[in-house]
């Protein structure tokens, strides 16, 4: 507390009393606000109008006695340090005003004790009101989200759980809603989490205001939001859920002087089923959500377990405990491909890593039944992070005792290019693992490239500096290829097997090819064709002048395992 900030009300009928008092304090406390009051009705009038620090109290008074102040103050339930003077000690009056709750008991004429003890009991207080602070925050954090202020996902599961067991009874309806920003990521990356944790403030604040008195809004996580409509219709909810599109369309927010549209997806999911869970009944709403985020954003899906793009995403959904299990328990494998080299067969080939999962069962899962919901789920990053982590260990393995052992790709989603992290924990692993320079190259979509484009080229340079390679796969795949190509710092170009696999009968296909290899000579990169399935379309390929080459047709995946003992060479060519 400041030294001119204390605040004390006097229950006293004596002036001069409380001059003396205030000349004993001001040793401290230059400039002291106080009051003077001596009747409970002035005392309680002050106490319910003004916060005081310190409560000092006459004992002896004509018409208001120190019992009769202390009886207030736990009638109000008032905690202020409080303390009793009077001019002569009475042992049992001042045992029974401590019980009642007096801080202190002194005497007039020998005020020495009354600095000390002053301070004593505002410290005190102060951490007793601190103490009591933390105890309402975490009491409050059990129920609220901590960020917006709004109902937390558990406490929100608890209202769908009352929910699920009045389903049924009369003049009982209720519809959850399940709201999610749309494209929430661009705002993080573009203005920083410190815009977008206010732009989640301010949106729930928004959404309160669209809410009856009913309701429950809960901020379930991220940029996703749920709602719990009480006695509501399908049908009203749906009006709800438009008034609230609405809002958030002609909301702008703000930041650094820029504005910004936005836009939310909604689910609606009627609780009509008793034998549902809670989870049951997020997810069908989850659900919802995410098909009007497929089918376009900004618009309003109703939960319909018919619908094929339900029946598709529930599938991903139910995915994402076994992806996250399936890395706990190290399910997953790598195997490897081999990529050769056509213009110079005696090099040592290089290998493509590629994932498999074992499922529960010990059966093999290949990555187009998972790779989508790892996707969606932002689960993906981590699947990377475990790839590079064991092909790196195994890399460095296999250089303790082979001279060369060519290059291993190794394939990044969208997600990990796009996670501010992800080149942190690269270069740790490269640290750690200790390769030899130039043994890794990472392969990036284009598609995943181009939708961000300018993360990606950063992450890419930098990624060359830790003396890593980078392939451009799929190429030709999308609709600018060699538009953006020229930004990319890429060294090889992985042509669409597309392209490749009918080179021989199909003349478009085969200039097209053509192109692709003039295009990399041009930038002075290594082509590399997938989908080489027969000799025809690898002699075709080496005629073209296409560098390297990988399929069926050269070598089937294989578990990652040892590679034979190549020729010494002092480093891997490209």
Same mark, same amino acid.
């Given at each position: 507390?400041?030294?001119?900030?204390?605040?004390?009300?006097?229950?006293?009928?004596?002036?001069?009393?409380?001059?003396?008092?205030?000349?004993?304090?001001?040793?401290?406390?230059?400039?002291?606000?106080?009051?003077?009051?001596?009747?409970?009705?002035?005392?309680?009038?002050?106490?319910?109008?003004?916060?005081?620090?310190?409560?000092?109290?006459?004992?002896?008074?004509?018409?208001?006695?120190?019992?009769?102040?202390?009886?207030?103050?736990?009638?109000?339930?008032?905690?202020?340090?409080?303390?009793?003077?009077?001019?002569?000690?009475?042992?049992?009056?001042?045992?029974?005003?401590?019980?009642?709750?007096?801080?202190?008991?002194?005497?007039?004429?020998?005020?020495?004790?009354?600095?000390?003890?002053?301070?004593?009991?505002?410290?005190?207080?102060?951490?007793?009101?601190? +103490? *009591? @602070?933390? $105890? =309402?925050?975490?009491?409050?954090?059990?129920?609220? %989200?901590?960020?917006?202020? &709004? #109902? !937390?996902?558990?406490?929100?599961?608890?209202?769908?759980?009352?929910?699920?067991?009045?389903?049924?009874?009369?003049?009982?309806?209720?519809?959850?809603?399940?709201?999610?920003?749309?494209?929430?990521?661009?705002?993080?990356?573009?203005?920083?989490?410190?815009?977008?944790?206010?732009?989640?403030?301010?949106?729930?604040?928004?959404?309160? +205001? *669209? @809410?009856? $008195? =009913?309701?429950?809004?809960?901020?379930?996580?991220? %940029?996703?939001?749920?709602? &719990? #409509? !009480?006695?509501?219709?399908?049908?009203?909810?749906?009006?709800?859920?438009?008034?609230?599109?609405?809002?958030?369309?002609?909301?702008?927010?703000?930041?650094?002087?820029?504005?910004?549209?936005?836009?939310?997806?909604?689910?609606?999911?009627?609780?009509?089923?008793?034998?549902?869970?809670?989870?049951?009944?997020?997810?069908?709403?989850?659900?919802?959500?995410?098909?009007?985020?497929?089918?376009?954003?900004?618009?309003?899906?109703?939960?319909?377990?018919?619908?094929?793009?339900?029946?598709?995403?529930?599938?991903?959904?139910?995915?994402?405990?076994?992806?996250?299990?399936?890395?706990?328990?190290?399910?997953?494998?790598?195997?490897?491909?081999?990529?050769?080299?056509?213009?110079?067969?005696?090099?040592?080939?290089?290998?493509?890593?590629?994932?498999?999962?074992?499922?529960?069962?010990?059966?093999?899962?290949?990555?187009?039944?998972?790779?989508?919901?790892?996707?969606?789920?932002?689960?993906?990053?981590?699947?990377?992070?475990?790839?590079?982590?064991?092909?790196?260990?195994?890399?460095?393995?296999?250089?303790?005792?082979?001279?060369?052992?060519?290059?291993?790709?190794?394939?990044?989603?969208?997600?990990?290019?796009?996670?501010?992290?992800?080149?942190?924990?690269?270069?740790?692993?490269?640290?750690?693992?200790?390769?030899?320079?130039?043994?890794?190259?990472?392969?990036?979509?284009?598609?995943?490239?181009?939708?961000?484009?300018?993360?990606?080229?950063?992450?890419?340079?930098?990624?060359?500096?830790?003396?890593?390679?980078?392939?451009?796969?799929?190429?030709?795949?999308?609709?600018?290829?060699?538009?953006?190509?020229?930004?990319?710092?890429?060294?090889?170009?992985?042509?669409?097997?597309?392209?490749?696999?009918?080179?021989?009968?199909?003349?478009?296909?085969?200039?097209?090819?053509?192109?692709?290899?003039?295009?990399?000579?041009?930038?002075?990169?290594?082509?590399?064709?997938?989908?080489?399935?027969?000799?025809?379309?690898?002699?075709?390929?080496?005629?073209?002048?296409?560098?390297?080459?990988?399929?069926?047709?050269?070598?089937?995946?294989?578990?990652?395992?040892?590679?034979?003992?190549?020729?010494?060479?002092?480093?891997?060519?490209?």
């Amino acid at each position: 507390m400041e030294a001119n900030s204390i605040r004390i009300l006097f229950v006293d009928d004596s002036e001069d009393d409380v001059l003396l008092t205030l000349l004993e304090l001001r040793h401290a406390y230059k400039n002291p606000t106080f009051a003077r009051v001596e009747t409970a009705e002035r005392m309680q009038q002050e106490l319910e109008a003004n916060n005081w620090d310190l409560i000092i109290i006459d004992h002896c008074m004509p018409r208001f006695s120190s019992t009769e102040a202390l009886e207030l103050l736990n009638k109000l339930r008032l905690e202020i340090p409080t303390f009793i003077i009077s001019g002569e000690i009475d042992e049992d009056i001042a045992a029974e005003a401590m019980r009642n709750g007096a801080r202190d008991y002194l005497m007039k004429n020998n005020l020495k004790r009354l600095l000390p003890a002053v301070e004593r009991e505002l410290k005190e207080a102060r951490d007793r009101k601190a +103490h *009591q @602070l933390i $105890e =309402t925050r975490l009491e409050q954090l059990k129920t609220c %989200d901590a960020l917006t202020g &709004l #109902l !937390n996902r558990r406490s929100l599961e608890g209202h769908i759980n009352k929910a699920l067991k009045e389903v049924g009874q009369v003049d009982k309806s209720f519809v959850l809603i399940t709201l999610d920003i749309d494209q929430f990521k661009r705002i993080n990356d573009v203005c920083g989490h410190f815009a977008g944790d206010k732009l989640l403030q301010e949106l729930a604040a928004l959404l309160s +205001h *669209q @809410l009856r $008195e =009913t309701d429950h809004l809960a901020r379930l996580g991220g %940029d996703e939001f749920g709602l &719990l #409509l !009480n006695s509501c219709s399908i049908t009203d909810a749906k009006a709800i859920a438009q008034k609230m599109l609405l809002a958030v369309r002609e909301f702008r927010f703000e930041h650094e002087a820029q504005f910004h549209h936005l836009s939310i997806s909604i689910g609606l999911v009627e609780i009509h089923n008793p034998s549902w869970t809670v989870e049951d009944t997020l997810g069908h709403s989850l659900l919802a959500c995410h098909a009007a985020k497929e089918r376009g954003r900004n618009r309003i899906e109703i939960y319909n377990q018919n619908d094929p793009e339900t029946s598709r995403l529930r599938g991903e959904m139910h995915w994402v405990p076994r992806l996250q299990q399936a890395l706990e328990e190290n399910r997953f494998l790598l195997y490897q491909q081999e990529i050769i080299h056509l213009q110079d067969p005696k090099t040592p080939p290089h290998q493509e890593i590629l994932l498999r999962l074992l499922d529960e069962e010990g059966q093999l899962v290949y990555p187009d039944i998972f790779i989508s919901a790892a996707e969606r789920y932002n689960l993906m990053t981590s699947i990377d992070q475990w790839v590079i982590e064991h092909v790196l260990l195994h890399v460095q393995q296999q250089q303790q005792t082979q001279k060369d052992i060519g290059i291993f790709f190794i394939n990044l989603s969208g997600c990990s290019l796009s996670d501010e992290n992800f080149f942190s924990f690269v270069r740790n692993q490269l640290q750690q693992h200790q390769i030899q320079p130039y043994s890794v190259c990472f392969e990036i979509t284009e598609t995943a490239a181009i939708s961000n484009l300018s993360q990606t080229t950063k992450l890419i340079e930098k990624l060359k500096e830790q003396h890593c390679y980078f392939a451009l796969d799929d190429f030709g795949s999308g609709l600018s290829s060699f538009a953006y190509l020229k930004a990319l710092p890429v060294d090889f170009l992985k042509i669409d097997g597309e392209f490749v696999k009918n080179i021989v009968s199909n003349q478009y296909d085969c200039a097209i090819v053509e192109a692709f290899q003039h295009i990399s000579k041009t930038f002075g990169l290594k082509t590399i064709a997938e989908f080489v399935e027969t000799a025809e379309v690898k002699e075709k390929l080496w005629d073209i002048g296409v560098h390297l080459a990988q399929g069926y047709g050269i070598s089937r995946p294989r578990p990652l395992e040892p590679p034979q003992s190549p020729p010494p060479s002092s480093s891997p060519p490209l």
